[in-house]
């Protein structure tokens, strides 16, 4: 009866086991597609400030030129006053000149603010480049450490399959069925361990008498509180 507890014992040890690597296989690409997510939005940071700087680049020579041809019109203007006859058109043509000139102006502070936002926009490109190389590395190795460990499931999960299935041919099917419908009662643990008079399944006590009989392990016992299969792990009660 011991060896058949014990067998039991190690089934369910496995179970768990191949519960565990059957999860992984489900959360290990749900993780590489977390970092392939994280990476895109890093690299989608560092594409729109590249753009921000195209388009404060584009601005600032649309301004350059635009104040070349202002100063060019008022070098025009100017020239025109030489050949003006009446104070009416003199009038006129200053009025023309000072319109320019400050147009040109704002066109000025203009180009000055641009220039100070290609600054930071320069500098803020230059950090998000070495973020993002440093995302993409650590990103890379992540996954090729998640792929590794994925791809290693499969022969790990056959190993434990052909083990369960050998360790289920030893153990009685009277035994095997209450195992069974247990395990499926109870979240996948049938078997627990009891020690100090206490089911470390529903951490409630055994009765005394009871407990007594279960460290002799001469039959299957369950707990009265969980109705698990429970089993003296032969340790001292007192450590």
Known sequence: MKEQILFLVELQNIDLE?????????????????????????????????????????????KETALKNGIENSKKAKSRLLEVKTNKEYEATLKEIDAINEKSSGIEDEIIHILEELDKVNEDL????????????????????????????????????????????????????????????????????????????????????MYNELQKSERLMLCPHCERIIYWEGRDDNV
């Open 126 to 209: 230059k950090i998000k480049e070495s973020e993002t190389t440093s995302h993409r590395s650590g990103c890379e190795n992540g996954k090729r450490r998640l792929e590794k460990e994925l791809d290693s499931i499969g022969s790990v999960l056959d190993d434990l399959l052909n083990k369960r299935d050998k360790i289920r041919s030893g153990i009685k099917a009277k035994f095997l069925k209450k195992f069974d419908i247990i395990k499926d009662r109870k979240n996948g643990r049938a078997v627990v361990p009891a020690r100090g008079e206490v089911c470390y399944g529903c951490h409630m006590n055994i009765p005394p008498q």
């Open 18 to 62: 191949i519960e565990k690597f059957m999860l992984k296989k489900v959360d290990l690409p749900k993780e590489i597609t977390r970092l392939d997510e994280g990476l895109e939005a890093v690299e989608r940071e560092l594409e729109e400030s590249g753009q921000k700087l195209d388009k404060l680049k584009a601005d600032h020579k649309a």
